[in-house]
């Protein structure tokens, strides 16, 4: 059968038979419905090669509680977190988008099989034959590579169950497990997406009750990866034995099983793998296997190269472990999905900051020798006395004036003329006082001296002298 899981044989839905998806996907026949749309076998007209559609199913398929808004969010993450997986053993993601009326749509490889729902199985009480126990374990093995990988990206897939584990190709000389459907998966480091930060609500359950651990049924916002491995512990007990370990009439029953009750040993098994079963159904998450590598380690004694697939999963655990730095914060005042384990966090690497103080130090030493070597180079400039106040500058002016002579007496004006030309000129007042000083009144200060001839020089000596002041 050629399909794409988890599918559920339904009526022929012909209603989409014929489109054009996006101006290149053509619609030739429904496979089957899934938990949020219907899976079309498609033809890629650009690549002229077979896909899967998984299309949005109608609003008159949908629970009342369950908004087409919200359905068109989970639809696009489910493309987003499967497209970040590269993993042979993850069902992988072409394209996505939105049709011409608006409905949202995932393009996948189309696989040729069947999921482990339609598989062969002991009836309950019936013994498993030894190799197809271990064919069954290789089978886990493969599953536990691909949710390495998404777990490794810190994805939290939360509904694990036979129908999301597809088996491609199971006639032929290599089957292969392909891992499916991530629709109501969780990013663990929140915020990655958008859509992560509203989807699930607090107190809400997704999944499939039967497979779901303890804590997931309390709240779907508590699963983490070891709510995967019970999940798996749940496909593994009911692939061996035939039936499901909490297996109850209703709804409710099962859900007081799952937190309340033990469940029976596995028949028809080893002790050891019986016992590695039942770890996985530990109600306290502490008490079960801590990573899907630790589980796959515990697992390879009961598969056929079952030592070379434990390897595989922890290679794919560590290949993309850290988280991305640059995560966006959620929105305020939205309900945020949170990663709560009990075990204790692993420590986190800082990067060291050592390089850069050093860096800065050098840089901040190299800045302070040049403005020294600067300021060295420049001549250092006189610094001018305080000034002094303007009151003393206008009296000594005014001593100078009075102290001297306005006119010379005419019998030594002959003597005083000889003097005062081999006299030294007048010392100028000193630079650092002229900004100070302040040109006092006119009627204090006396004109410069003018030049006398001979004949005036002679008169004044017969004459008595007059100032400049009683000429004016």
Known sequence: MLGLGPLMVQPSDDSNVGRIIAERYRVDGCIGSGGLGRVYRS????????????????????????????????????????????????????????????????ILELLSGHD??????????????????????????????????????????????????????????????KLLDF?????????????????????????????????????????????????????????????????????????????????APLTGVSADLSATVLRCLEKDPARRFSSVSELARALAPFADDGEAWAERVADALTRNADPSPN?????????????????????TRRASTRPFLATLALFALGAVGVAAWYHSQRAPEAVPPPPRPLEQATLQSQEQSTDTPQAEPAATAAAGSTELAQAPPPEAPSPALLPTLQRPPRHMVAPPPQPVSKASADQASASQPRSVLDER
């Open 327 to 347: 995560l966006e914060p959620a929105p305020s005042g939205t309900e945020t999905e949170t990663w709560i384990s009990e075990s204790p966090p692993a420590p």
């Open 43 to 106: 033809w890629d007209l650009r690549l002229k090669r077979p896909v899967a559609l998984k299309l949005l199913r109608s609003e008159e398929d949908e629970p009342s509680d369950s908004p087409s808004a919200t359905r068109d969010r989970r639809l696009l993450k489910e493309a987003r977190l499967a497209g970040r997986l590269s993993s042979p053993h993850v069902v992988r993601v072409f394209d996505s988008g939105r049709t011409e009326r608006g409905e949202p749509f995932i």
């Open 183 to 263: 629709g109501v998966s969780k990013q663990s480091w929140a915020a990655t997406l958008p859509e992560e930060s509203t989807l699930t609500q607090s107190g809400s359950y997704l999944g499939t009750p039967v497979y779901a651990s303890p804590e997931q049924l309390r709240d779907a916002r508590l699963a983490d990866t070891r709510s995967d491995i019970w999940s798996v512990g749940v496909v593994l007990y009911e692939l061996l034995c035939g039936a499901r370990p909490f297996d109850r009439p209703s709804l409710p029953a099962v859900g007081a099983a799952i937190v309340g009750e033990q469940p």
């Open 116 to 177: 482990l729902s339609q598989t062969s199985r002991p009836e309950p009480g019936e013994l498993l034959a030894p190799d197809e126990q271990r064919k069954v374990v290789g089978w886990i093995l493969q599953a536990l590579t691909g949710l390495a990988s998404a777990h490794a990206e810190g994805i939290v897939h939360r509904d694990l169950k036979p129908s999301n584990l597809f088996l491609v190709d199971p006639e032929g000389p290599s089957p292969r497990i």
